[in-house]
């Protein structure tokens, strides 16, 4: 660039400059523009060049991730929207009763294996540690069975004790109701309980997503309260068909329940971490714009600093030699 612009100024100059004169500038020129590459100007415009090369490809990747939580958005939705229709009827029936007094309480955090999704796992472990403090003492016992690496990773370091049960790797692969089935079989044979807390984040809309706590009871807790009357004494208003007595009829009510609570649990969680991960991606790749944006401007200005005083330099050279 030095070299083209004393190129101009030459023929400029060239009626007054001797020919010595002008090869004795190019060659003081060429000389200290050598080392001047590895100068501060240099190096500040190549760091800036290099950084916005970064966030370019960090807005790229914010925006791929983007469009991918938005298609699998769309296809846990609808799988979300039926699985309503499974509980629903339970708690018509059964009831939900957070207030429920229960000796054994077990906790289940369902939270998400990645992160980049804003502050739904957060608020699950949050919501888990303060039902836990309200369910313990001295003649209460209340445990954790965490799904989700991010809730394991929160609640392990002040809570290791209480963890009973961890499950990883849960939508890794599309979930249906077999496999959440055959979970809640493994949390029910390993797990003593009268009463489950479900905590998770129902799906509202894209931005939008509510904290909430789903209870089932034991079928033994259940045939308490029903005795105890309220909401659940309507049960002895139904009549049981067949063989089956009242206390197998509640079992595997209570068993059914609870899969069926824990599927809808866990997709209404997926939903709202796929929604909270497009509005954490568009958050990102509005800011990688932004930056790019102050970056760009950064580099002009250094570039045409640069430039201005590489043709100060050249003018006040020519005219030293022409004086």
Same mark, same amino acid.
């Given at each position: 660039?030095?070299?083209?612009?004393? #190129?101009?100024?030459?023929?400029?100059?060239?009626?007054?400059?001797?020919?010595?004169?002008?090869?004795?500038?190019?060659?003081?020129?060429?000389?200290?523009?050598?080392?001047?590459?590895?100068?501060?100007?240099?190096?500040?415009?190549?760091?800036?060049?290099?950084?916005?090369?970064? $966030?370019?490809?960090?807005?790229?990747?914010?925006?791929?991730?983007?469009? $991918?939580?938005?298609?699998?958005?769309?296809?846990?939705?609808?799988?979300?929207?039926?699985? #309503?229709?499974?509980?629903?009827?339970?708690?018509?029936?059964?009831? @939900?009763?957070?207030? $429920?007094?229960?000796?054994?309480?077990?906790?289940?955090?369902?939270?998400?294996?990645?992160?980049?999704?804003?502050?739904?796992?957060? %608020?699950?472990?949050?919501?888990?540690?303060?039902?836990?403090?309200?369910?313990?003492?001295? /003649?209460?016992?209340?445990?954790?069975?965490?799904?989700?690496?991010?809730?394991?990773?929160?609640?392990?370091?002040?809570?290791?004790?209480?963890?009973?049960?961890?499950? +990883?790797?849960?939508?890794?692969?599309?979930?249906?109701? +077999?496999?959440?089935?055959?979970?809640?079989?493994?949390?029910?044979?390993?797990?003593?309980? @009268?009463?489950? #807390?479900?905590?998770?984040?129902?799906?509202?809309?894209?931005?939008?997503?509510?904290?909430?706590?789903?209870?089932?009871?034991?079928?033994?807790?259940?045939?308490?309260?029903?005795?105890?009357?309220?909401?659940?004494?309507?049960?002895?208003?139904? /009549?049981?068909?067949?063989?089956? %007595?009242?206390?197998?009829?509640?079992?595997?009510?209570?068993?059914?329940?609870?899969?069926?609570?824990?599927?809808?649990?866990?997709?209404?969680?997926?939903?709202?971490?796929?929604?909270?991960?497009?509005?954490?991606?568009?958050?990102?790749?509005?800011?990688?714009?932004?930056?790019?944006? #102050?970056?760009?401007? +950064?580099?002009?200005?250094?570039?045409?600093?640069?430039?201005? +005083? /590489?043709?100060?330099?050249?003018?006040?050279?020519?005219?030293?030699? /022409?004086?």
């Amino acid at each position: 660039m030095a070299m083209s612009a004393l #190129r101009r100024e030459s023929k400029r100059f060239a009626p007054i400059l001797s020919s010595n004169a002008i090869n004795g500038l190019r060659s003081s020129l060429t000389s200290s523009e050598e080392p001047a590459t590895f100068g501060v100007r240099y190096v500040s415009t190549q760091v800036v060049r290099n950084r916005m090369k970064s $966030v370019k490809n960090i807005q790229k990747i914010t925006k791929a991730m983007k469009m $991918v939580a938005a298609s699998k958005l769309r296809a846990v939705q609808l799988r979300a929207e039926n699985s #309503r229709g499974l509980w629903q009827p339970f708690t018509a029936l059964l009831g @939900d009763t957070p207030s $429920v007094d229960a000796k054994k309480n077990v906790i289940i955090t369902i939270s998400s294996d990645k992160g980049l999704c804003g502050g739904i796992n957060s %608020t699950s472990v949050k919501i888990s540690r303060a039902i836990h403090k309200l369910n313990s003492g001295p /003649e209460k016992e209340c445990k954790y069975v965490i799904l989700g690496e991010k809730g394991k990773a929160q609640l392990v370091r002040d809570s290791k004790k209480d963890i009973e049960l961890c499950i +990883t790797e849960l939508q890794k692969y599309p979930l249906n109701y +077999t496999q959440v089935s055959v979970l809640a079989d493994d949390i029910l044979k390993n797990v003593e309980y @009268d009463a489950f #807390r479900i905590v998770f984040n129902k799906f509202h809309s894209v931005v939008s997503f509510l904290p909430t706590t789903a209870t089932v009871l034991s079928p033994e807790l259940v045939e308490r309260e029903s005795e105890a009357g309220g909401k659940l004494g309507d049960l002895d208003s139904y /009549e049981i068909e067949g063989g089956e %007595t009242k206390s197998e009829v509640l079992q595997n009510l209570a068993e059914f329940q609870f899969s069926s609570v824990l599927y809808n649990a866990v997709l209404e969680n997926a939903c709202s971490e796929q929604g909270a991960r497009m509005s954490a991606m568009d958050s990102s790749s509005r800011n990688a714009g932004e930056m790019l944006d #102050r970056l760009t401007l +950064t580099y002009n200005r250094t570039r045409q600093a640069a430039i201005t +005083t /590489e043709l100060i330099e050249i003018i006040s050279g020519a005219s030293a030699l /022409e004086g």
